[in-house]
């Protein structure tokens, strides 16, 4: 069957620390993936997408890398920030319909001071 | 800036009730979605819309209708409401397939 899966259980990491974040898929081909950032009781919130063919991608303190191979792609925030802490979302886009892009149930990040 | 505004932010309805969800986007925007949110599952997709007076069904459509007669507004009805749709409901717009996707702030809607 088709899945998307990210950590379930909730990421701790220290201030200024680097925290990476996982998105695992399978039986799908993407054409690429998407992160954004959800706040509770907010709307997600689009950060980064990354292509197929592009190994990595970034902005400002933020990277994600897309293995096809593996099937997965990784978050990273570096230096983090208290401010940094929220649920993270990586979402796929898949090539059989660029319409129906298909979300990971998120991981949430708390970075303590 | 307002992007994609939703209506109302919260509702309360009783089992049989029906009731409409307004989005609204000013990016001119020619993609929108309404998703379904759940503790422990992805954002789930119940209608799109490729563009002004077209819809098409997504990954959880029963139970739900849309409407998209105007380019900036994509309606979602219940009509018949149930229990099982008790949820936190989410309009996005895109660009282009597959760009980043501008999301409301969303309904919570509890049927009763």
């Known amino acids: 069957s088709q899945k998307i899966e990210q950590n379930s259980e909730a990421l701790n990491i220290q201030e200024g620390k680097t925290a990476t974040l996982t998105c695992n898929y399978t039986?799908?081909?993407?054409?690429?993936l998407q992160w954004y950032r959800q706040d509770p009781g907010r709307g997600p919130v689009f950060l980064l997408l990354?292509?197929?063919?592009?190994k990595e991608k970034r902005k400002e303190r933020l990277k994600v890398t897309f293995d096809t191979t593996l099937k997965q792609s990784l978050f990273h925030i570096t230096a983090s920030q208290p401010a940094d802490s929220a649920t993270y979302l990586c979402?796929?886009?898949?090539?059989?319909?660029?319409?129906?892009?298909?979300f990971g149930s998120g991981t949430r990040l708390s970075i303590r001071p | 800036n307002a992007g994609v505004t939703q209506t109302p932010k919260f509702r309360v309805l009783k089992t049989g009730q029906s009731m409409t969800l307004l989005c609204a986007q000013d990016?001119?925007?020619?993609?929108m979605y309404w998703y379904r949110q759940d503790p422990g599952m992805g954002l789930r997709l119940i209608h799109y819309?490729?563009?002004?007076?077209?819809?098409a069904k997504g990954e959880v459509p029963d139970g739900y209708n849309v409407s998209r007669l105007k380019k900036q507004n994509f309606l979602l009805g219940l009509e018949s409401a149930a229990p099982s749709q008790t949820s936190v409901y989410f309009c996005?717009?895109?660009?282009?397939?597959?760009?980043?996707?501008?999301f409301g702030s969303g309904t919570r809607l509890t049927v009763v």
């Open positions: 996005a717009s895109s660009f282009q397939q597959g760009s980043g996707y501008t």
């Open positions: 039986n799908y081909s993407p054409a690429y």
């Open positions: 990354i292509r197929e063919n592009e």
């Open positions: 979402a796929l886009v898949p090539y059989s319909s660029a319409s129906k892009i298909i």
């Open positions: 990016m001119n925007h020619e993609y």
């Open positions: 819309s490729v563009g002004e007076g077209t819809t």
